[in-house]
């Protein structure tokens, strides 16, 4: 069942990974949407993803009957100190520029003149949010704007940094990807602080046994778990396959 965000686009509850995938990310995302996933995440960092191979996944879709309007399409934009050398985007130019090579890149890359969420892959601040965090928000936020993507989020972001971002940004984050550990309480600390800025957004987790949750129009009350996922009341929670299709 699909959920909905705040400014009502709906999100498939489950996102298909493409991280690490390397040379096999084309059949990988063949057999993840053969799977049932209608959602799938990349990002333009060749030292981690394969944007380019997701595409070529997509164009196979297409041939299959399975369109560019079938499918969730979530892609990021990593900061230089994410990159190796292989940037799809001239790191001398200002971050707005960036922003925008990246993203026409992606659209490239994926063969789609939009996006349906496009993430900021982390801030540039290890704490707080600085001039660079709030210029690279900016541009991202300019392209939802503009209509080039439906929704706009961040990943990798600590519960203060959030919090700056939700007080004081245009627009608040619609998607939310952070890292999580069940040793560690499944991120509750920035879980409940992005509940209590961002009631009806989507945030999406990933950890050694990924999972996607995602807040509903409803306020989350007291953690529920299990063995095989973490989620809150009135939210979901789902195992994700990427794990056993790498």
């Known amino acids: 069942m699909p959920l909905t965000t705040y ?5 498939p509850s489950f996102m298909y990974g493409t991280a690490w995938k390397k040379e096999a990310t084309t059949g990988l995302v063949l057999q993840a949407v053969e799977a049932g996933f209608t959602a799938i995440d ?6 981690h993803y394969d944007e380019a191979r997701v595409g070529e996944a997509l164009l ?5 009957g399975i369109t560019r309007d ?8 990593t900061p230089v100190n994410g990159q190796d050398h292989r940037l799809p985007y001239d790191a001398n130019t ?9 993203f026409a890149s992606s659209l490239d890359h994926l063969h789609t003149e939009y996006l349906d969420s496009y993430v900021l892959h982390g801030p540039y601040s290890g704490r707080g949010l600085g001039a660079e965090d709030w210029e690279v928000w900016a541009a991202i936020e300019s392209l939802y704007d503009a209509g080039k993507t439906k929704m706009i989020g961040i990943s990798n972001v600590s519960a203060d940094q959030l919090t700056l971002l939700c007080a004081k940004a ?13 040793a560690f309480g499944w991120d509750k600390k920035r879980y409940g602080r992005f509940a209590e800025h961002t009631r009806s957004c989507t945030r ?11 807040l509903l129009s409803r306020d989350c009350g007291p953690w529920q778990r299990s063995t095989r996922s973490a989620s809150l009341k009135s939210c979901s929670a789902f195992p994700s396959k990427s794990a056993c299709c790498r």
């Not at 400014?7 to 999100?11: D, I, S």
């Not at 196979?60 to 299959?64: C, F, Y």
């Not at 079938?70 to 934009?77: A, C, R, V, W």
């Not at 999406?204 to 995602?214: A, F, I, L, N, V």
């Open 42 to 47: 990349t990002a333009s960092q060749l030292v």
């Open 7 to 11: 400014n009502t686009v709906p999100v």
């Open 60 to 64: 196979q879709l297409a041939k299959q």
């Open 70 to 77: 079938k499918l969730f399409l979530q892609t990021k934009f």
């Open 170 to 182: 245009k627009h608040k984050p619609m998607m939310v990807q952070n890292r999580c550990y069940a």
């Open 94 to 102: 200002r971050i707005t520029t960036q922003v925008q090579q990246s």
């Open 204 to 214: 999406d987790s990933h950890s050694s046994r990924p999972t996607q949750e995602s």
